[in-house]
């Protein structure tokens, strides 16, 4: 178990950081002192979660034979041949994800009906037997190659229940689920996810039988060996599940993040066992635990429809820009990331409301964070680590989140004022901490300046990797942002307002 769960365990910054201290040092530049990086507090997250924690906005693509039989799940029973689209278009859904912000794609590879969108080797059950193409289509090869073309990370989402198989439920499958992840991890590039669900096991086709089969999901899929294959194929990749290792559930499908919503998390098995996949008490992942043995940050796997493939009777049923804007503030605001599945049609492309919904969501998350209006302001904090430039609260206005203002060790309540130029009305906050030092912040609070006194009108626990708040319009030239309650120093990457127009 300690082993599974090492990838995001304590860690030092990255060299960079170090070297920079180092040089400081060396330099002796007059007023700096060269102050010594802060201890990093709990678990830190693995650079490859730190690429994740930087995506914090990717899509989700449900795409199958469902998709043409109208259903959800799949059986197992279909026909290739019902794989059909009329007009696959892999730039347009690429196209359409990237236009929106979104940064990266995961696939449905292999749904729960076994049907797979490339041409595996060990199954006849894949596009390679449909009249789609002549049996010439790959939509894999197509859609990784598209989401290249358009900057995109590509991400597969593979099945672990597979209701076509005849061997599902006996050791044979669980080779073949290896063999199949071995191609997909080794003939499409780099893929920078791997989505586990936790759906196992059940009534299938399964080769014929038609049967109900349960398998011991603590047991069954042996995933440490699985997931080591998978991370010695390709290093960068993370692994999601309910049970982590690197990126948890947060427990619903309905687009919410627990607030607080902790980047720590412990995930416990179900009745006592180890966790797995389908086998963790996984409401558990909604807020995450403060105390949490393991940096293991929640994604927010959510709809644009009510169902996750496409079906025409919910064409007036695509989530509204508005809507979308809300998921965002209560997944992304909350430090974890958002999932956000747009189903392609049985043309093979995103359906035209679809289109417009994230084209209006795009245009409303830009109108609000486009502009900072807190850049160029002066911060004045309470206390600066050792008087360090590189710890200096000027670091929250720069728009990079690989520098952070902090403050002397104990110095765990300290505050930062930032003096604007001139009266400014904002209704948005976004704050970032520095995540290689871990989470450090428990409690916050915003104030702002009126009628010759402080008044708070925001606060809440935990930051991580990014905070928001959307409230009333605030009119003020002086804001401040106080630490309530933290056990160490603070490392406060970002601190920006922003004016919502709506
Ligand atoms: C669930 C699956 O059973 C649904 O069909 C869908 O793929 C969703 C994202 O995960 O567990």
């Keep these: 178990m300690k082993h599974f769960f090492s990838a995001g365990v304590r860690r030092q910054p990255p060299l960079g950081r170090s070297l920079q201290a180092a040089a400081m040092l060396c330099l002796g530049v007059a007023g700096l002192v060269g102050a010594p990086l802060p201890k990093p507090y709990g678990p830190v997250p693995s650079p490859g979660q730190l690429a994740w ?9 449900h795409f199958t034979v469902n998709t043409f039989t109208d259903k959800e799940w799949g059986y197992g029973d279909e026909s290739e041949n019902s794989f059909n689209p009329t007009d696959f278009n892999a730039d347009q859904i690429a196209r359409t994800f990237q236009e929106a912000g979104l940064k990266a794609l995961i696939l449905t590879c292999k749904h729960h009906d076994g049907f797979c969108l490339w041409p595996s080797q060990f199954t006849k059950h894949s596009v390679k037997n449909s009249s789609w193409k002549e049996g010439r289509g790959d939509v894999v090869r197509e859609l990784s190659e598209a989401c290249r073309r358009h900057g995109l990370q590509f991400g597969v989402y593979l099945s672990p229940w597979d209701r076509n198989h005849a061997e599902y439920g006996r050791p044979a499958y ?12 080794t003939q499409y590039g780099t893929v920078s996810e791997l989505w586990c669900d936790g759906a196992n096991g059940g009534d299938g086709f399964y080769g014929g039988a038609r049967e109900t089969r349960k398998i011991d999901a603590s047991k069954y899929y042996d995933w440490k060996a699985t997931w080591a294959l998978a991370y010695q194929l390709q290093p960068k990749l993370v692994v999601f599940s309910d049970a982590g290792p690197q990126i948890r ?11 607080p919503c902790w980047a720590t998390y412990t995930p416990h098995g179900l009745k006592g066992a180890e966790p797995a996949p389908g086998l963790t008490e996984y409401r558990e992942g909604f807020h995450g635990h403060r105390d949490g043995q393991f940096w293991m940050p929640a994604e927010v796997d959510v709809s644009i429809r009510p169902g996750w493939f496409y079906h025409a009777a919910e064409d007036a049923r695509v989530r509204t820009p508005e809507n979308l804007l809300k998921l965002y503030f209560q997944s992304v605001g909350r430090g974890a990331s958002l999932l956000l599945n ?7 492309q995103i359906h035209e409301n679809d289109v417009a919904a994230l084209r209006g969501f795009k245009q409303r998350l830009d109108a609000i964070f486009t502009d900072n209006l807190a850049a160029g302001a002066q911060a004045v904090p309470s206390n600066v680590r050792g008087q360090d430039r590189q710890f200096s609260a000027d670091n929250v206005l720069d728009s990079d989140r690989e520098t952070f203002w902090s403050t002397e060790d104990g110095i765990t309540q300290p505050a930062l004022e930032l003096r604007l130029a001139r009266e400014t009305t904002f209704n948005v906050l976004s704050l970032r901490e520095y995540l290689p030092l871990g989470q450090r912040v428990d409690e916050w609070a915003v104030d702002r300046w009126g009628n010759g006194q402080w008044i708070e009108f925001a ?9 928001l ?18 056990p160490v120093c603070p490392a406060i990457a970002e601190f920006s307002l922003h004016f919502d127009p709506k």
């Design 469 to 486: 708040w959307r409230g009333e319009n605030q009119t003020t030239s002086r804001v401040r942002l106080r630490v309530v309650k933290a």
């Design 342 to 348: 747009v189903p392609p049609d049985r043309r093979g």
């Design 249 to 259: 559930w947060v427990g619903n499908e309905s687009g919410e993040a627990g607030d």
């Design 174 to 185: 669980v080779d073949y689920y290896r063999q199949q992840l071995r191609e997909l991890l």
């Design 459 to 467: 606060r809440g626990q935990a930051i991580g990797n990014r905070r």
């Design 53 to 61: 924690h930087n995506l914090e906005l990717y899509g989700f693509v």
